[in-house]
Each structure stands twice: as structure tokens, then as C-alpha cells.
């Protein structure tokens, strides 16, 4: 009997170490390729969407992530974050430039580096990578040089250098990044240099020919087909054979948080936030009590707040944007014209330095800044006309807006007694006795006394107490 049950135990062991690896490799692998797209500018809402797709990747074991490009370029910070993702991802990555007329430029040409397979649509490009900046400009670089031979030969002695030393070392540090992807995949680095120093562009034939991609597709099947059976290296130096051939190709879209981010980091967003927080705070402290323009004020000016923390923003420029803002608040409190022109200087200025680089979909619009500035101009113009007309029409504080005045009769000893007027009681005195109940009319205020006198004859049907 134990003879029996030892055999028995022997052969169930067996049978999980026989099974164990193919559950294991079943678990290991999805024949599920999945597609990321990125079809706009790079921000930090495309760098937390590549995140989530990778990981998500990952989660589900996919077999390759096709990350399809068409990009004028992007943020440097949200680049170098996708490419770190992208290096240390366990799911391999195939940079795609696609369709037709699409292209990878500036950041897209770093990414597409950076990928383990890099692949184009016939009918695109690439290229034009020199890093831009609005406050350290690269003279001498032309933005246009095209590639004229394309075989990725080492022009180095007759590059223009530049002559800012933060652009120089700005490309330097750009032509050290994109040389060392190339040389980590295997491609063209000299022609990668190139497109930084030179801004040069090739097609998808060219790049072909110049060792800059890896292979050309016209559509997803055909590059799934092209791909199966290629090895590639995936981090933590783990090779792994490509099998695409039959892949279902599954689709991953931006979540909500994505989009969320999308929005609201368009600088044109966030600065529109930003004003409809400082107008929300404004009526708030005019008219204390409403509430709402308070509460909204308040969240518009977060989170206006938040996006301008994750994009590259000059800080010199932010604080006279609220320098000119707060000059703006004190001219609507204490009218004085010069505070309030003064203000939208100091607010223009700040707009003009906030953004410190010229990404294409990373631009302020001119169109924003002088609604904005004409919406304050007209503000101040309200407080203008507001001042005028104040100063022209008769006092309504203090002695003056008593004069004129009418006031009841309440007692009277003499040439003294008591008068109401405007809801309250006063101490008068006159040149002359009156009755109680008759209307007198203040002439003058001493002290805390009123001086009145005997009103003219009221025309028909005027009468009361004004």
C-alpha cells in the first residue's frame, strides 16, 4: 500500500514539473501587440501616457508595444522621461513613424532612437532635432541644412559652432544623448549628430539607406509581419525573439488622468486659469460674501498653478506677471492711473518671458496675452469712469450731502430743538420758531447740530422727506 501511494505521489510531481514550464511560458507571454500613439506635441500628458501603456504592457504581457510617431517635437523634460521608460521597459518597443505624411522631428527623432525596432511609413521623415531655446538662441545654426549625402559621414570640421556658451553646451549635452542611443541600438550616430548640430531631415528611403531605422512599413500588419522572428535586447540585458507574426493588435488610449493633464498644461490653458483665478479672488474681495467667484477663483488659480509647476517656465517672467496683477488689484482699490498702466507693462512683460523654449503646441498665444490685457485695460478704464463720475455727482458722506436735506419737525423751544431726518433723530437749531411736524430744510451741519430753515413753497405733488 505505501508502495502505491509513494508511486502515485512520484507521478503527480512529475506531471507538475512536465506542465509547470508551459504554464509558466503561457503566463509569460500574450500574443497581444499593443499600440501607443502619440500624434501631437511631446508634454508631460504624453510622458504620463507612455508610463501607463508600458506598464500596463507589462501587467498584461504583451508581446511588443508599438509606439507610432507623428510629432513636431516636444519638452526636453518629457522626452528624456518617455526615453528613460522606454530603455528600461521588459516589453519590447517598435518606434513607428506613421502614416503617410507624418513625421518625427525634434524630440520624435530622440524617442525613435531610443527604441529597440525603428520603423517608418513610406511617405514620412525625420529629422530637425536642435534643441530650441526662447533665451539662449544658436546663431550660426541653419534650421533647414538638408542631408546631402545621407551616408552618415562625419562633417565635424565644418559644423558652424555656436557662439553662446549655455548653446553650446546645451548641444553638446543634446549630441552626447542621441549619439549614445544610436550606439545602444546599433544605428547611424554620426547622421544623429547631424540632425542635431545641422537640424538635417531624411525620408523613410533615406534613413533606410543611412542605417537611422531599422525597416520600412506601410501599415501595422506589414510591420508585425516584418518584426516576427527579430531579437532584441530589453532591459536588465534579457534578449528576447520577436513572434508577431499572428498578434492581435489592441489599442491603448490616453485615461482620463492623460487627458486631464493634456489640457490644463497647454500654457494657454494654464494661463487662462490663472486669470479667471486672480478676477475670480478680485470680486470676492470686492463684493465679500458671494462665494462663488471665491470658491472658483481659488480651484482656477491651483490648478493654473499646478500646470505651470510641470512645464519649463521663467520664473522672472511669472513674478512680473504677478507683480503686474497686484499693481492691477491696488489701481480697481485706490484709482491712481499710474499703478493701473503701469501694471499692464509689468503684465505684458511677464507674458513675453514666462515660457523659456518655442515647442511647437508650447507656445503662448499673442492672441490670449492681448485679450487678457485688453480685458485689464478695460478694467481700468470701469475704475476710470467709475472715479470721474464719483468726483462730478454731489457728496453723499459728511456735512455736504446733508445740505439740502428736508427733515420733520419734531419739538421746537424758541430758535432750538429736534429734527428727523434720514431715518434718524438730530439736535437743530434755526433763525426762527417753527411747529412740530412742519418740513424744514438743512441748510448747514455744525458739529453734531443742524442748522435749518424754512423750506420753499413745494410745487404740486412734490412733498416727503428726501
Avoid at 261 to 284: D, H, K, M, Q, R
Amino acid at each position: 500500500m505505501q508502495t502505491v501511494q509513494a508511486t502515485l505521489a512520484a507521478a503527480i510531481a512529475a506531471a507538475i514539473l512536465l506542465l509547470s514550464p508551459t504554464a509558466g511560458s503561457a503566463a509569460e507571454k500574450s500574443n497581444v501587440v499593443l499600440t501607443v500613439t502619440i500624434d501631437d506635441a511631446i508634454g508631460p500628458a504624453t510622458a504620463d501616457y507612455v508610463k501607463d501603456a508600458l506598464a500596463k504592457a507589462n501587467e498584461q504581457h504583451a508581446e511588443a508595444v508599438i509606439l507610432r510617431l507623428n510629432t513636431p517635437g516636444g519638452l526636453v523634460t518629457s522626452m528624456r522621461g518617455i526615453i528613460a521608460d522606454v530603455l528600461a521597459s521588459p516589453v519590447p518597443v517598435i518606434g513607428y513613424v506613421a502614416p503617410s505624411g507624418a513625421h518625427a522631428a525634434s524630440a520624435g527623432t530622440y524617442i525613435l532612437y531610443a527604441t529597440h525596432i525603428a520603423a517608418m511609413a513610406p511617405g514620412t521623415n525625420l529629422g530637425a532635432a536642435t534643441p530650441v531655446q526662447i533665451d539662449s538662441p544658436i546663431p550660426g545654426l541653419p534650421g533647414s541644412s538638408p542631408d546631402k549625402g545621407g551616408k552618415g559621414k562625419d562633417d565635424s570640421t565644418h559644423q558652424p559652432e555656436p557662439k553662446d556658451a549655455m548653446a553650446a553646451k546645451v548641444t553638446n549635452d543634446a549630441v552626447a544623448f542621441i549619439r549614445s542611443l544610436a550606439e545602444l541600438r546599433g544605428r547611424n550616430a554620426d547622421w544623429a549628430e547631424k540632425a542635431v548640430r545641422e537640424a538635417a531631415s531624411l525620408s523613410a528611403s533615406a534613413a533606410l539607406q543611412a542605417n537611422v531605422i531599422d525597416l520600412i512599413a506601410s501599415n501595422p500588419a506589414d510591420l508585425l509581419k516584418q518584426i516576427n522572428g527579430r531579437t532584441v535586447e530589453v532591459a536588465g540585458g534579457e534578449t528576447r525573439r520577436l513572434t508577431t507574426k499572428d498578434a492581435t493588435i489592441q489599442a491603448l488610449n490616453p485615461g482620463r488622468v492623460s487627458q486631464f493633464l493634456s489640457i490644463i498644461t497647454n500654457p494657454n490653458v494654464a494661463f487662462i486659469l490663472l486669470l479667471v483665478g486672480i478676477y475670480g479672488l478680485i470680486f470676492e474681495f470686492m463684493s465679500p460674501g458671494a462665494v462663488a467667484p471665491g470658491v472658483v477663483g481659488t480651484i482656477c488659480l491651483l490648478l493654473g498653478l499646478y500646470a505651470l509647476n510641470m512645464l519649463p517656465i521663467n520664473y522672472a517672467g511669472l513674478a512680473l506677471m504677478l507683480l503686474g496683477i497686484a499693481l492691477l488689484v491696488v489701481e480697481a482699490f485706490n484709482p491712481t492711473v499710474v499703478l493701473g498702466f503701469g501694471g499692464v507693462i509689468a503684465f505684458l512683460l511677464g507674458a513675453m518671458m514666462l515660457f523659456k523654449v518655442e515647442t511647437p503646441g508650447y507656445r503662448l498665444s499673442w492672441t490670449v496675452v492681448g485679450i487678457a490685457a485688453a480685458m485689464f485695460i478695460g478694467l481700468i478704464l470701469v475704475v476710470l469712469r467709475s472715479l470721474w463720475r464719483a468726483r462730478k455727482a454731489p457728496a453723499r458722506v459728511g456735512a455736504q450731502a446733508m445740505r439740502g436735506l428736508s427733515a420733520e419737525v419734531l419739538d421746537w423751544n424758541d430758535i432750538e430743538g429736534h429734527v428727523f431726518t434720514q431715518g434718524e433723530r438730530w439736535q437743530a437749531r434755526g433763525a426762527e420758531a417753527f411747529r412740530p411736524g412742519e418740513m424744514v430744510e438743512v441748510a448747514n451741519v455744525m458739529d453734531l447740530t443742524l442748522v435749518v430753515r424754512r423750506r420753499p413753497a413745494l410745487k404740486a405733488g412734490e412733498g416727503g422727506v428726501r
